[in-house]
Structures are given as structure tokens and as C-alpha cells.
T-cell receptor
């Protein structure tokens, strides 16, 4: 079955710097790749997603890139702010709603 | 709209006890899911229901049963709780289709002693 690996497990950046989180997946048939943000004690919430027919997608300060050949995708956050501090999860699925999640990255943004 | 709701918020069980976690959504979604979240393990799918009347196993189904009571409600039952089932449990729902946003409930923190 599908396996999703996520790195790094923790990431500390200075406010205003950029943050990059990377994920790799094993099943080349996967075609949907969402990213979820989970603040401390809260529920996960979708922040951006990408489908396999697109190489990059942006939404204000966040962007996701997808390399189907290498089977990896990345989350990029520019101009980080303290409120970006949270755990971020990548996930992958193929033609179904069943998501396989990565193990998460704890991002800390220091003022 | 309340979105996805879960009860209870917290629960402590003794080994061997049983309980049912309740989940309901008011977004008319076809698909519903149960996940468990453990430190360093991410979110792991226990069971899911693609539509009313169907259920399928996820990554970690052992020790759990589910019921899709109707389109709104999807319950998770622990028949004989074990300490390894100590976790935070999240229910989620989505519109059925080629992938799409999953909306999560607030979670249930379960401790089995």
C-alpha cells in the first residue's frame, strides 16, 4: 500500500524567513496531495492541496510543488509569522477519499 | 452549521471495558472516517465509510468496529479496550469523489489504564 514519508520532524525558523517541508510517496498511482495544519489542541485543517496534473500551486504565502517523476512534493511557506507555528501534515491518495498521512512536522516560528 | 461533532471530548477506561465514540456531520457528506493520532505517528486511518451502508478497513482496524448509522452518523466501538488504544481519535467527513477536503471533528482524548 501507499507509504508517505515526511521530513523534517521539527523545524525552527526566524520570523520572516521561509520554511520548506518535504514529503515522498511510494505509489505512483497517487494523484491527490493535500497539506493539513494542526494548531496545538485543535483539529487538522486543510491549507492547500494539489492534484497530479499540476506542478505547482500558490495561495498567498504558501505554495506546494509536485514532482511526479521523483514522487515527492513540498510545502513552502514564505515570510513566516508566529501564527504559522503548528504541526503540518502531508497526505496522498489515489482516486479515492482514503488519505495516507505523513508523520508530521512541528514548525516553530520565533519572533 | 456545526460541521463535524464528536462525543465525548475526554474518556478514561479500564482495560477490558467497552465504549462507543460518536460522530455526526451536518454537511450532507457521503464519506466519513475515523483516525487515531499518536505522538510521532501522524494520523492513521482506522475505518472509513465511502457512503451510507458501506464500511471498509483502513491502516489500523484491529480492536475496533464501526457503524454507519445513517448519512449523518458514524460511530466507532472499542469492544475490549487495551492500553495500546490510548490515543486521540478524530472523525472526519468529505464529499465522495476523486479526493477532496476532509473536515475534522474536535477529537476525543481516550486513556485506557
Amino acid at each position: 500500500g501507499e507509504n508517505v514519508e515526511q521530513h523534517p520532524s521539527t523545524l525552527s525558523v526566524q520570523e520572516g524567513d521561509s520554511a520548506v517541508i518535504k514529503c515522498t510517496y511510494s505509489d505512483s498511482a497517487s494523484n491527490y496531495f493535500p497539506w493539513y495544519k494542526q494548531e496545538l489542541g485543535k483539529r487538522p485543517q486543510l491549507i492547500i492541496d494539489i492534484r497530479s496534473n499540476v506542478g505547482e500551486k500558490k495561495d498567498q504565502r504558501i505554495a506546494v510543488t509536485l514532482n511526479k517523476t521523483a514522487k515527492h512534493f513540498s510545502l513552502h511557506i514564505t515570510e513566516t509569522q508566529p501564527e504559522d507555528s503548528a504541526v503540518y501534515f502531508c497526505a496522498a491518495s489515489k482516486n479515492t477519499d482514503k488519505l495516507i498521512f505523513g508523520t508530521g512536522t512541528r514548525l516553530q516560528v520565533f519572533p | 452549521n456545526a460541521g463535524v461533532t464528536q462525543t465525548p471530548k475526554f474518556q478514561v477506561l479500564k482495560t477490558g471495558q467497552s465504549m462507543t465514540l460518536q460522530c455526526a456531520q451536518d454537511m450532507n457528506h457521503n464519506s466519513m472516517y475515523w483516525y487515531r493520532q499518536d505522538p510521532g505517528m501522524g494520523l492513521r486511518l482506522i475505518y472509513y465509510s465511502a457512503s451510507e451502508g458501506t464500511t471498509d478497513k483502513g491502516e489500523v482496524p484491529n480492536g475496533y468496529n464501526v457503524s454507519r448509522l445513517n448519512k449523518r452518523e458514524f460511530s466507532l466501538r472499542l469492544e475490549s479496550a487495551a492500553p495500546s488504544q490510548t490515543s486521540v481519535y478524530f472523525c472526519a467527513s468529505s464529499e465522495f469523489g476523486q479526493g477532496g477536503e476532509q473536515y475534522f471533528g474536535p477529537g476525543t482524548r481516550l486513556t485506557v489504564t
